[in-house]
C-alpha cells in the first residue's frame, strides 16, 4: 500500500531540514511526498528546495511541492485541504513541519495499517520540550490502556474521541476521507484540527489504535500556534458548535453531543492557565453565548466526569450570565499566580544577597585577621628593636 | 570513692565552724585537712570544739601568710585518699552532694574503667544568683553548661571539644572532684600568690586531663558578699602577680596535644580577666599593669599563634594588639 505524505511548512526554517531527514527512511518506492509551504516569511521554502536538491533524485517517489506564495487565513487548515487535493495514494499521513519522525514507531504503524481494513489508525507519539530539552508523554498517555480492551466499533469512536485529537498521530484510508468529503474548516482561526478530528472519528467505520510512538512533537517553541495566550483560543467555541453542527443524525446527536461538550471543557480548563488578562472580556462573552445554549440534559450527562469538572463551575457561571464574577476569580487566580512568581523570586533574590553577604564577611574575617597578624609582628619587631 | 576535702582558712572561725557542722552532719569525707594560712587567732577544729580524731581532721598550719595557694597545696601533699576536692572555709556543700557523690560510683553494670575520671566537674549555686530567684551558677557560667549536649543529668565524659568549651566557666577551684593521681602524676598545683591562685589549677586541670566527667547536679553553694573582704574584692598590687598563674599554661599549651582546642578560650579567659582586673585595680597600679600586660602578651605570643587567634576570632587578636600598645603608652 502506497502512502501520501503531507508536510506543512510555516516559518520553521531552523527545523524543516531535521523533520524531512527523518522522514527519509520512512519513504517507500511508491509514496507520494506532498510539501506544503504557506507562505513563509522565512526560508523554509528554500530550506524545503534545498533539501529536494540534496536528496534527488527520490527513486520512485512522487514529490509534489506547494508553495503558496502568501500566509493563509487562520492555521493549518487550508494548507492541509491543499495538500489533501492532491493525494493520489491509499493512505494518508500528515507531517508537522518542525517535528521530526520515530522511524520505527512509524513504520510499526504504517504495517499495522496497511494489514488493516480500518479508515483511521490513531498511534502515540512524544512530546519535546524546546526550553527544557526534556522528552515526556502527552497527557492522554493514561488511556492507551483502554485501547487493548475497546472491541466494538463504538467504544473505539469513544477512546478515540478522548484522545488528543491532532492529525499528525493518525493514518488516513484516502478513499475514506475523499468519499465522506472531510476537509480541515477554513476561516480566521486556529486549532482547526479538532473539528476534523470529530468528523474523521464520527465517520469511521472501524478504528485501530497502535502504541507506538510516530513522532518527536515540538513544543515550547517561539511562534508556535499551541503557545496562544488571547482571543484567538475563542475559536473552540466555533469548532465546538461546528462539530454539533456535523453531527451526522439523531442517533449520534444523543450519544455525542456530551462528548462534544466534555471536549469543550477539557480545552477550556487549559485556557484559563493561558488567557492572557487582556483576553478575559472577549473570550468570557463568547464562551458565555455558546454555553448558554447547552441544554441542561447534556450538563446532567456530564455532572460526575472528572475531565469536565476542571472548568465545570467557571463554565456552568459562564452559562448562567455571570461573567463579571467569573473573570473577577480569573484576575484573581492570576493575581495568586504572579504572588507566587514574585515570592519565588524574592527567595531567589533574599539568597542571593544573602550568599554575598556570607561571601562578604568572610572576606571581611579574613582582612581583619590579616590586618591584626600583620599588626602584631610589627609590635613584635619595635620591641626587639626597642631592646637592642 | 575514699575522699578527702581541702579547707585553706584565714582568719574565718565562724565560716569554718559552720562548714565543719556540716561535714560532721554529712559524713562523706574520710579525710578533713584544714590549712590555716597564719590565721592571726589559730582557726583550729578542736579549739572550735571539733573531736579532730573522729572526723578525720589534719590540721596544718603556715607560720606566716602565703596565700590560698600555698595553703592548698600543703594539704595537698598530706592527702591520703584517692580522690580530693578543694573547698573554701566561707562556701558550703549542696545537700544534693552526698547523691552526686553516689552518681559516682559505677552501677553493677558499668566496670570502674566507666566512671573513671581525672576530675568531674559538677555546677554550683552562686548566692548572687539565688538572690535573684536562680538555683545554679551566673548565668555566664549557666549558658556554657546549656551549651554542652545530652540530656545532661548525672556525671558523662565530655568530648575533647565539650573540655575546651566548659573550660571558659569561671575558674574556682571547689567546682571539681579530682583524681589525687592525676594531680600528683601531672604535678599539677595552685600558684602561690595572694589572689588568682586557682587560675593555674582550673586550667592546667583541664589542659591535661584526659577524662573529664561533668554533671549538672549542684555541688556547693558560693557565697559572695558584695564590698567584703572576699579575695575577689581585693584592688591592691597582689594583683599584678596574675602573670605568675598564666605563664606556666602557655608551656603546658606547646605540650598538649589539644592546644588547637585550647589555645583560643584560654586567650579570650585572660583578655577578659585583664579587663576585670582593671575595672577593680587601684588607679595608681594600673599603668604598672598594662605594661605587665604587654609584656606578657608579647612574651607569650608568636606570629604563628596570633595567626590562629586572628583566623577564629580577629577581634580577640585585635584585642591582643590594643593591650600590647596601651602597655607601651
Known amino acids: 500500500m502506497s502512502f501520501s505524505f503531507i508536510v506543512t511548512n510555516y516559518n520553521i526554517e531552523d527545523y524543516v531540514g531535521a523533520c524531512l531527514d527523518s522522514l527519509r527512511p520512512c519513504l517507500q518506492p511508491g509514496d507520494q511526498l506532498i510539501l506544503v509551504d504557506d507562505g513563509s516569511s522565512d526560508l523554509t521554502a528554500e530550506e524545503i528546495i534545498s533539501w529536494l536538491e540534496r536528496n534527488a533524485p527520490l527513486e520512485g517517489i512522487e514529490v509534489c511541492p506547494i508553495f503558496l506564495g502568501a500566509n493563509t487565513e487562520g492555521g493549518v487548515g487550508i494548507p492541509a485541504n491543499i495538500g489533501l487535493q492532491e493525494v493520489r495514494r491509499a493512505a494518508v499521513f500528515f507531517v508537522d513541519g518542525d517535528d521530526w519522525l520515530n522511524v520505527e514507531g512509524f513504520r510499526a504503524a504504517r504495517r499495522r495499517f496497511e494489514r488493516s481494513d480500518c479508515d483511521l489508525l490513531i498511534a502515540n507519539y512524544s512530546l519535546y520540550d524546546e526550553a527544557s530539552a526534556q522528552i515526556t508523554a502527552p497527557a492522554d498517555q493514561p488511556l492507551w490502556h483502554e485501547a487493548s480492551r475497546a472491541h466494538s466499533a463504538e467504544a473505539c469512536r469513544d477512546l478515540a474521541l478522548r484522545m488528543i485529537g491532532v492529525p499528525w498521530r493518525k493514518i488516513y484510508r484516502a478513499s475514506f476521507l475523499h468519499d465522506q468529503a472531510i476537509r480541515f474548516p477554513e476561516g480566521p482561526f486556529f486549532y482547526e484540527d479538532n473539528p476534523f478530528h470529530w468528523r474523521v472519528c464520527l465517520a469511521a467505520r472501524h478504528i485501530a489504535f497502535v502504541d507506538r510512538g510516530l513522532c518527536f512533537h515540538r513544543v515550547n517553541r517561539a511562534g508556535q500556534t499551541m503557545a496562544a495566550q488571547g482571543a484567538e483560543l475563542e475559536a473552540f467555541f466555533d469548532h465546538y458548535e461546528t462539530i454539533l453542527g456535523a453531527l451526522p443524525d439523531d442517533r449520534y446527536r444523543a450519544d455525542y453531543q456530551a462528548g462534544a461538550l466534555r471536549w469543550l471543557l477539557e480545552n477550556m480548563a487549559w485556557h484559563v492557565e493561558r488567557l492572557r488578562p487582556e483576553a478575559y472580556w472577549s473570550y468570557g462573552c463568547r464562551a458565555a453565548e455558546t454555553l448558554a445554549l447547552i441544554p441542561e440534559a447534556d450538563w446532567q450527562a456530564l455532572r460526575h466526569c472528572p475531565v469536565a469538572q476542571r472548568s465545570w463551575a467557571m463554565a456552568r457561571a459562564l452559562a448562567r450570565g455571570d461573567l463579571a464574577a467569573v473573570v473577577a476569580d480569573w484576575r484573581g487566580q492570576e493575581t495568586l499566580r504572579c504572588l507566587a512568581a514574585v515570592n519565588q523570586r524574592l527567595d531567589q533574590v533574599e539568597e542571593a544577597a544573602q550568599h554575598r553577604a556570607e561571601s562578604l564577611q568572610a572576606l571581611r574575617h579574613w582582612a581583619d585577621a590579616e590586618r591584626e597578624v600583620a599588626a602584631f609582628e610589627s609590635l613584635q619587631a619595635l620591641q626587639a628593636a626597642r631592646q637592642k | ?329
Open chain 2, 1 to 329: 570513692m575514699i575522699l578527702s576535702i581541702i579547707i585553706p582558712v584565714h582568719n574565718d572561725p565562724e565560716g569554718l565552724t559552720r562548714l565543719l557542722r556540716q561535714l560532721q552532719d554529712m559524713a562523706v569525707f574520710d579525710q578533713i585537712i584544714v590549712s590555716d594560712d597564719a590565721s592571726d587567732m589559730a582557726c583550729r577544729p578542736a579549739d572550735l570544739g571539733f573531736d579532730e580524731m573522729a572526723m578525720g581532721v589534719t590540721y596544718l598550719r603556715s607560720d606566716q601568710q602565703r596565700g590560698a595557694g600555698h595553703a592548698r597545696n600543703q594539704a595537698l601533699a598530706e592527702v591520703t585518699s584517692d580522690h580530693v576536692l578543694f573547698f573554701d572555709s566561707d562556701d558550703l556543700l549542696s545537700p544534693e552532694f552526698p547523691s552526686l557523690l553516689q552518681s559516682l560510683i559505677p552501677s553493677p553494670s558499668q566496670s570502674l574503667d566507666d566512671m573513671a575520671f581525672d576530675f568531674c566537674i559538677f555546677r554550683h549555686i552562686d548566692s548572687r544568683s539565688r538572690a535573684e530567684g536562680v538555683l545554679g551558677p551566673m548565668d555566664s557560667d549557666q549558658r556554657l553548661w546549656d551549651a554542652l549536649a545530652g540530656d545532661q543529668g548525672g556525671p558523662r565524659l565530655l568530648e575533647a571539644t565539650e573540655v575546651a568549651t566548659l573550660a571558659m566557666v569561671a575558674a574556682y577551684p571547689w567546682n571539681k572532684i579530682y583524681r589525687t593521681g592525676f594531680l600528683r602524676d601531672q604535678n599539677i598545683r595552685c600558684t602561690e600568690i595572694q589572689v588568682h591562685n586557682d587560675i593555674e589549677l582550673h586550667w592546667s586541670s583541664f589542659l591535661m586531663a584526659k577524662r573529664v566527667l561533668a554533671t549538672r547536679q549542684l555541688g556547693c553553694e558560693h557565697f559572695v558578699a558584695e564590698n567584703g573582704v572576699r579575695l575577689t574584692n581585693r584592688r591592691g598590687r597582689e594583683r599584678l602577680h596574675v602573670f605568675d598563674a598564666l605563664e606556666p599554661l602557655h608551656g603546658i599549651l606547646t605540650q598538649t596535644s589539644n592546644a588547637p582546642l585550647f589555645l583560643v578560650p584560654l586567650v579570650r579567659f585572660y583578655i577578659h580577666l585583664f579587663d576585670w582586673i582593671l575595672q577593680r585595680l587601684d588607679a595608681q597600679y594600673s599603668e604598672s599593669f598594662h605594661q605587665k600586660i604587654s609584656q606578657f602578651l608579647l612574651a607569650q605570643h608568636s606570629p604563628a599563634t596570633i595567626s590562629f587567634v586572628a583566623a577564629q576570632d580577629p577581634d580577640l587578636a585585635r584585642q591582643i594588639n590594643v593591650h600590647i600598645r596601651r602597655g607601651w603608652a
